[in-house]
């Protein structure tokens, strides 16, 4: 059944190098625009549910251009303002080989999104109007005004009886120095508010400071994942392992933790044309499987499928239909389709 889909988060211009080129060889860049919302309700609007962005585009061509591209995506814009004079952006210099893809952000704390006042948003009314709302770790640790935001919408949503969604999503050179302690007390709050999380054990031993003597990355998995399930009921916990081959592959196998029970995907193995934006791809995969009301199965084997499958199409955001993603999960690979 479709739902109203929105997600709270920045958009960023992704100014990415040609080829293989480093910065310091290049004299052009591709842009387009993305983020972890944009990629969630983009693929989710492709899966046929209504997909919305809640955030601030400036008020000049630059922002003109970012709307006009979110459209392209399938995005309703009905909670998008626009103030303010720039977006945050990166560049991206493709890997190629062991040596892996660089990220270098540039002007996130300037950009409208992470400046715009608390009171642009009429947090109620969205949250009336919408079903599920996703979060990310990524906004949350940008500063106090994105993180009362989050919490001040996670609530809204709440007192409506919609679903909340919480990617944890850490990024150590967001929250720098001492950042799992800085971080913990917001990551708490929204977990309690939260009914699906994305995570695993290490958000788990680091962010939350928990503790352990299991070794293996999976025993610790389930030791800690239904500790945090309970300790902050959340009905659904899933998340990804990835190993990076020695021929440069990558396998992926997703998890999910629902009614005391764990179920887990397929390892898949594939080779990586650009890895952006899978951790969202599996995300709104499982979002996707809760919505529809899949099986624990046939949720964590379509997330994990569209994850991997988003590693073999350009940008950050993916791109494929529900039915691309049933069909590779009955097929790996074949044949030119006629």
């Known amino acids: 059944m479709s739902k109203k889909i929105a997600a709270f988060g920045e958009v960023m211009m992704r100014l990415q190098v040609p080829g293989f080129e480093l910065l310091t060889q290049a004299n052009t860049l591709n842009y387009s625009f993305s ?36 459209g392209k995506l399938g995005i309703l814009k009905k909670f ?33 999104f992470n400046t715009a006042p608390e009171a642009i948003y009429d947090f109620a009314k969205i949250a009336e109007d919408v079903d599920v709302v996703h979060f990310c770790g990524i906004t949350l640790a940008m500063n106090d005004a994105a993180r009362n935001n ?14 909340v969604v919480f990617d944890c999503n850490y990024r150590p050179a967001l929250w720098g120095e001492g950042g799992y302690e800085k971080a913990k007390p917001y990551y708490e709050a929204l977990l309690s508010s939260a009914d699906i999380v994305l995570m695993n054990e290490k958000d788990a031993l680091h962010v939350l400071g928990m503790k352990t003597d299991k070794t293996g990355r999976q025993e610790q998995l389930e030791e800690l994942i239904p500790v945090v399930a309970e300790k902050y009921s959340i009905q659904v916990i899933a998340g990804t392992h990835r190993t990076i081959n020695e021929d440069q592959t990558h396998s992926l196998q997703g998890f999910l933790y629902k009614n005391d029970t764990f179920t887990f995907s397929e390892t898949l193995t594939f080779t990586v044309h650009d ?11 499982i979002i996707h499987g809760e919505m529809e009301g899949f099986s ?3 949720t964590i084997a379509f997330a994990v499928t569209a994850g991997a499958l988003k590693h073999t199409t350009v940008g950050d955001t993916p791109v494929l239909l529900d039915k691309d993603i049933f069909e590779s999960m009955s097929v790996k690979g074949g044949d030119i389709k006629r």
Not at 150 to 163: E, P
């Open 150 to 163: 989050i919490q001040n919408f996670a609530r809204a949503v709440k007192d409506n009886n919609g679903v």
């Open 296 to 298: 624990s199965e046939e």
């Open 35 to 70: 983020g972890t919302g944009v990629n969630v309700v983009s693929a989710l609007a492709n899966y046929g549910h209504e997909g919305y962005l809640v955030s601030v585009l400036p008020a000049n061509p630059l922002g003109d251009a970012a709307a006009s591209y979110l």
């Open 275 to 285: 890895r952006i934006g899978a951790g969202d791809a599996f995300t709104s995969g």
């Open 80 to 112: 998008i303002a626009r103030n303010g004079d720039y977006l945050g952006h990166y560049f991206l210099e493709t890997g190629f080989g062991f040596r892996p893809s660089r990220v270098t952000y540039s002007n996130r704390l300037e950009s409208s």
